[in-house]
């Protein structure tokens, strides 16, 4: 328990405000840098897209996508349900 070797994270960022969903990124970074893998489930995707290196993308438990963020972030199914249709493209590169 001292030294984990992966995270599992379901919707951590609920309840929070930007702010904090701000300093809790920075925190999953840190451990990122560490060497801990993170396995997030997660909404929010201004965090996912701060933190993510790989990311799959369900729609009521279907895959519709998986990529980098950036990849991601071109994605038509993926920007219509999740990011909504004013993103720009280099807004997750």
Known sequence: ?????LL???EPASGLNE???????DI???LQNKGI???LVEHNMDLVMKIAQDIVVLNFGQKVAQGTPAEI???PLVVNAYLGEDITEDQYS
Do not use: C
């Open 37 to 39: 893998s993170i396995v």
């Open 73 to 75: 972030s071109r994605d």
């Open 19 to 25: 702010a904090e969903v701000s300093i809790f990124a």
């Open 28 to 30: 999953l970074i840190t």
């Open 8 to 10: 599992l994270l379901d």
């Open 1 to 5: 328990m001292l030294k984990p070797q």
